[in-house]
């Protein structure tokens, strides 16, 4: 079990053995951020897919703190405390999200349905669905509180960033700077 603290950033490195046991209380960790995984307001999750890769990541939020747990490979996590008004400029980076030019985009035809499998698990589900998304690249922003949640999936690729509508089949062409603007208000300010 590894539970590694920086004393100099207060930041906690931890494997899947070291994590569980932290997140169920069998083993000691930062006040702080334990205080804030016990009683957050706003739970978030973000799963970033490609073709061979998958991470998880992690936060939990209070109106004065953040807890962001983050994958650096598959089974090793990095546990830090982050200011809450920081968070879309972190979700942006692990989204990978980047100015670039793309030419005119059309949606692509994508089931509600296959939108899980974009950053399934499975590797052969994933390449599969991004394969039929034209994409690279996905991920999944999940956000719950209580009494309310938001969903968020995208693609993003050599045809540019396209968003999941759930209400329509398919994947809808955005700019980055619309992207930009979804995350920064997807969190509630309500709570």
């Known amino acids: 079990m590894l539970v590694e603290t920086d004393a100099a950033s207060g930041a906690v490195r931890l494997d899947d053995e070291g994590l569980a046991a932290l997140l169920a209380g069998e083993q000691p960790g930062p006040e702080p951020l334990l205080a804030v995984i016990a009683e957050p307001t706003v739970t978030l999750g973000l799963a970033v897919a490609g073709v061979e890769t998958r991470l998880e990541h992690r936060a939990w939020v209070t109106r004065e703190s953040a807890a962001l747990l983050l994958g650096v ?10 200011d809450p008004a920081f968070l879309t400029a972190a ?8 100015p ?5 985009r059309e ?10 499998d974009l950053v399934a698990a499975d590797e052969t589900v ?9 994409a690279d690249f996905a991920w999944h922003l999940s956000l719950r509180w209580q009494g ?12 540019g ?3 999941g509508d759930p209400a329509a089949p398919r994947l809808v062409p955005v700019s980055n700077t619309t992207a930009y603007r979804i995350l920064s208000t997807a969190l509630p300010t309500d709570v």
């Open 148 to 159: 309310g949640q938001r969903d968020l999936v995208a693609v993003d690729g050599p045809r």
């Open 126 to 134: 994933r390449r599969a669905a991004l394969a039929a998304a034209g």
């Open 100 to 104: 670039r030019r793309v030419e005119d």
């Open 73 to 82: 490979r598959p089974g090793l996590f990095q546990l830090m405390a982050h």
């Open 161 to 163: 960033l396209h968003l």
């Open 91 to 98: 979700l942006v980076r692990l989204t990978r999200m980047r």
């Open 107 to 116: 949606p692509v035809d994508l089931p509600a349905e296959r939108l899980p």
